[in-house]
């Protein structure tokens, strides 16, 4: 169904799926939950669930893509031997990833106002921050509405241009800037001496006193959200991946980069943190939009210069993983109605622009009350529904879809020959019994718990 000139090449899809993995679930939730939860353990517990589970269920998903050659929905009615209608439905989860990409915009919204700021005068000290945010965010709803805008349009723009041209072109050059930009952060980061070496040891010296049950849900949750699964982003991504790939190792590289990326950011951040003596327990908005924004204006016209760096590796972050949440609805349309590219952009957009619009409502104290559900503003509500239950229920669905529906054999020619007989049985055992038994324990722990 993908026309010869609308694939990746084999580094574009590596990076266009690092892309959509690295994002704010590594700017921000990652070290977020690490300073929440004292650090190392949490690093390795993540990691930990990452190998045995999110990395045995991603291949899954990319195996349903690949073998699919299809958006989600024709992919999975096409290799469900039978109760075909039934299968194909489990590929509206999909409709998890706009929901996210609605408020997901919205921060990226804020990035992007904190990027202008930037080249002037930052707030001196915590309280002036943390005004400076509320009243972002509760009051300069023009602000808001005008950044979400503009964001907005440039993440429709790229998806509009397809796979090659949009897709893989722009993260050939984003993914690379951000490392760059990270790198650089970090090198300044070392010459905080005491700081660095402080962060370092918070992230790095395991303290496994912390490690609870409740971590563990997090810290899978967090896995799941970071590599972009249970949406279908990975298996509309893998359906553009050129024949002969090497899924095993493309996965292993996605991976790696995405840890990577969460730990130097953690690094940078917590350097900073613990230089100045900021409480590293601070959560989401106020670890990066307060804490760091006060840090970067002690230092001067350096701070400025760092906060942009930082803000525009946020802002290429959350781009990367924007496009990668549009992209599987927009193909489904196109496959399913024969909609061209636009149109079924355009109908995405509405929709994500005004669920969007609600989110930035959520928080403008004018309307936050009427922009509620269920006790929560719209904004957590959406994050609540797609985080915690979207995404794992489809996971678990896509595991169980590839653990007991698809063919075995098709499986092993396409995963098998890189990984070899043995480890193709491990895996095959995982994905049947370890990822479906793990998400769902962790499931009733939190109903239970
Ligand atoms: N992985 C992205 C992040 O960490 C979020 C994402 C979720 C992207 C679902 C695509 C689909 O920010």
């Not at 810290?219 to 982003?233: D, H």
């Not at 399913?336 to 622009?353: C, D, N, W």
Request: with cysteine; charged share 10%; hydrophobic share 60%.
């Amino acid at each position: 169904m993908i026309g010869a000139n609308d694939k990746f090449s084999k580094i574009g899809f590596v990076l266009a799926m690092a892309g959509s993995a690295v994002g704010l679930g590594n700017a921000w939730k990652f070290p977020t939950m690490v300073g929440n939860n004292g650090g190392s353990a949490f690093i390795i517990l993540y990691l930990a669930l990452t190998f045995c589970v999110a990395f045995v269920a991603f291949l899954g998903e990319a195996a349903i893509g690949k073998l699919g050659e299809s958006d989600l929905v024709h992919s999975l009615f096409k290799l469900a031997p039978k109760h075909k209608k039934q299968w194909s439905l489990a590929g509206f989860f999909m409709i998890g990833a706009v929901l996210i990409a609605s408020f997901y915009m919205v921060v990226i919204g804020w990035i992007l106002y904190y990027i202008i700021i930037s080249f002037g005068s930052l707030p001196a000290d915590t309280s002036a921050a943390g005004a400076l945010f509320g009243g972002l965010i509760s009051s300069d709803i023009t602000s808001v509405v005008l950044c979400f805008s503009a964001v907005f349009f440039v993440v429709f723009y790229i998806v509009s241009r397809g796979i090659k041209n949009g897709i893989e072109r722009l993260n050939i050059w984003m993914m690379p800037t951000l490392f760059v930009l990270l790198l650089l952060m970090l090198f300044y980061s070392f010459t905080f001496g005491e700081g660095f070496l402080k962060a370092a040891q918070f992230l790095f010296v395991p303290n496994f006193s912390k490690i609870s049950g409740e971590l563990v849900l997090q810290a899978l949750g967090l896995a799941f959200f970071s590599l972009s699964m249970g949406v279908g982003a990975v298996p509309t991504y893998a359906a553009s991946l050129p024949d002969g790939t090497n899924l095993i190792k493309s996965t292993l590289s996605i991976i790696f980069i995405n840890i990577f990326i969460g730990l130097m950011m953690g690094l940078v951040v917590f350097t900073f943190i613990f230089a100045y003596g900021a409480d590293t327990a601070q959560s989401g908005p106020g670890l990066i939009f307060v804490s760091l924004t006060t840090l970067f204006a002690k230092l001067g016209i350096v701070g400025n210069i760092l906060a942009i760096c930082f803000f525009v590796s946020l802002l290429f972050a959350g781009i990367t993983s924007a496009i990668s949440m549009i992209e599987p609805f927009a193909f489904y349309l196109i496959n399913q109605f024969k909609f061209t590219r636009a149109k079924a952009l355009v109908l995405i957009g509405i929709f994500t622009y005004i669920l969007g619009i609600f989110s930035a409502l959520s928080f403008y104290a004018p309307t936050a009350d009427s922009f509620s559900l269920f006790g929560k503003s719209v904004f957590d509500a959406l994050d609540y529904l797609t985080s915690n239950i979207m995404m794992p229920v489809g996971a678990i669905i896509f595991s169980f879809f590839v653990g007991f529906v698809l063919n075995k054999e098709a499986l092993n020619i396409l995963l098998g020959r890189f990984m070899g007989r043995a480890f193709f049985e491990l895996w095959y055992f995982a994905i049947r019994y370890v990822v479906p038994v793990a998400i769902c324990a962790i499931g009733i722990y939190q109903i239970v718990g």
